[in-house]
């Protein structure tokens, strides 16, 4: 059995949407529902918390011991290093990237590719490739010692801020495997993050009518319903 972590990536100061990762849906702060979401196909030890060293960020940390929950803090800009950082601080073979804006994490993918990644020797496992899986739901789970041999390789801003763009742009011949959505076309690349006003709303709507754990059809179901009755 391969020790295999999650680490939820998120800040508190967001531009678009200050305290977002705080912002409370039913009760619950966003942070915790993701964290309830994950504890239902991991084990809370296995679960990271990884923000900034930013005085901004110190909400999180005191949420994350009141609770607790593992964090780790690291560089703002550079969430690559942050990432890669928080594996290797709690030995973890393979990490688990997940947003914390990803609000709506399909638990059934990530018991699937947390199998994938436990069962066989790839380098790196992820659902994001051609985005057949809406924005907001991604999965990525990459071996440790791999993702530090490639950090060796970023040269440029965007390697370091957006963790896995290298992979992506440097996968030919590569030992990755690439989990899509088959079964539900129109899921492809709708938006689901949680990054505005709007999203949040959204979000608040869709929870609303189908709790915790929403099967892909009915948040899609829900989504369109949502913009449906919306007036703008």
Known sequence: MKNIGIIILCRFNSKRLPGKILKEIDGKFILQHIID?????SDIQHIVVATSTEK???????????????????????????????????????????????????????????????????????????????????????????????MKKFNKPDYFEHVTLYLYEHDKNQNF???????????AGIQMAIDTTDDFERTKYIYSKTGDNPTLKEIVQRYKEYYENKSF
């Open 177 to 187: 495997h690439y989990y899509y959505n088959t079964k539900l076309p129109e899921a």
């Open 56 to 150: 901004t960020d110190d909400p999180i940390e005191a949420f994350c011991k009141k609770n607790n929950i593992n964090i780790f803090r690291g560089s703002l800009n550079n969430v690559a290093e942050r990432f890669l950082m928080a594996a290797k601080k709690f030995n973890f073979d393979y990490a688990t990237r997940i947003n914390g804006d990803n609000f709506f994490i399909d638990i059934y993918t990530l018991k699937e590719m947390l199998k994938i990644a436990n069962e066989n020797d790839f380098d790196f496992v992820s659902n994001v490739k051609n985005r057949t899986f809406p924005k907001g739901m991604s999965i990525e789970i990459v071996k440790t010692f791999f993702f530090e041999k490639q």
């Open 37 to 41: 979401k994950i504890k239902s196909v």
